[in-house]
Nanobody, 124 residues
Framework: QVQLVESGGGVVQAGDSLRIACAVS????????VGWFRQAPGKEREFVSA????????YYGDSVMGRFTISKDNAKKTVYLQMDSLKPEDTAVYYC?????????????????WGQGTQVTVSS
C-alpha cells in the first residue's frame, strides 16, 4: 500500500516562489515514478512534472518549463516541487501521484496512487 501526503501549499503573489512537498509511504520506490499534476477550477487535470525514482529522469510540462524544479530526497522518500516566478494561471490544486513507469510519466494512466492535493493560489 502506498500513501501520499502533500504539503506546502498556500497563497502567494505573482512573481513569488513556493515549494510543495510529497511524502511517500511505501516499502520501496525503486520501480516507481512520482509525478505532480494540477487542476484549476473548471479545467482538466494537467501534467506538471515527474521524476523517476531509480534513474532520476525528470520531466516537465510546457507551461512550467524553466520555472519549476522537481527534486527528491531518497532518505525522506519525499519529492519536492520548487515553483518560481509564479503566475496567477498557476493557481490550482496540486496533486502528487505514484505509479510504475509502464506508460509515459506525462500520462495520468501511469499513476496508481494519488494524494489528496494541496491548494496553491497566486494573486495578481
Amino acid at each position: 500500500q502506498v500513501q501520499l501526503v502533500e504539503s506546502g501549499g498556500g497563497v502567494v503573489q505573482a512573481g513569488d516562489s513556493l515549494r510543495i512537498a510529497c511524502a511517500v509511504s511505501a516499502r520501496t520506490l525503486s520501480e516507481y515514478v512520482v509525478g505532480w499534476f494540477r487542476q484549476a477550477p473548471g479545467k482538466e487535470r494537467e501534467f506538471v512534472s515527474a521524476i523517476s525514482w531509480r534513474l532520476g529522469r525528470i520531466y516537465y510540462g510546457d507551461s512550467v518549463m524553466g520555472r519549476f524544479t522537481i527534486s527528491k530526497d531518497n532518505a525522506k522518500k519525499t519529492v519536492y516541487l520548487q515553483m518560481d516566478s509564479l503566475k496567477p494561471e498557476d493557481t490550482a490544486v496540486y496533486y502528487c501521484a505514484v505509479g510504475r513507469e509502464i506508460y509515459s510519466p506525462l500520462e495520468e494512466r501511469t499513476y496508481e496512487y494519488w494524494g489528496q492535493g494541496t491548494q496553491v493560489t497566486v494573486s495578481s
